[in-house]
């Protein structure tokens, strides 16, 4: 069920959090059950960057409900 006021996001954009989500927890999974040190640097740096890439695509998700909202107003 949707809110009125939030517009129906692309898929994408739904997708790209999921895929942020999956990498996240296999890099958890990888780094955890990692042997050497070089793979956990990697293990480290995929959470880093998948986490970076998941609070991004919520802090655009809210920018486009802001403007969205913002067009509906005027």
């Known amino acids: 069920m949707r809110c009125a006021s939030v517009p129906a996001f692309p898929p994408l954009v739904m997708l790209c ?26 293990g480290l740096a995929a959470v ?3 986490s970076t890439s998941l609070v991004g695509g919520f ?3 809210e920018r486009m ?3 969205s909202s913002e067009e509906r107003d005027e």
């Open 65 to 67: 409900a802001a403007a």
């Open 48 to 50: 880093l960057l998948a």
């Open 17 to 42: 959090g999921l895929l942020s989500c999956i990498i996240l927890i296999g890099a958890l999974v990888a780094s955890a059950e990692a042997g050497r040190m070089i793979a956990r640097y990697l």
């Open 59 to 61: 802090v655009a998700m």
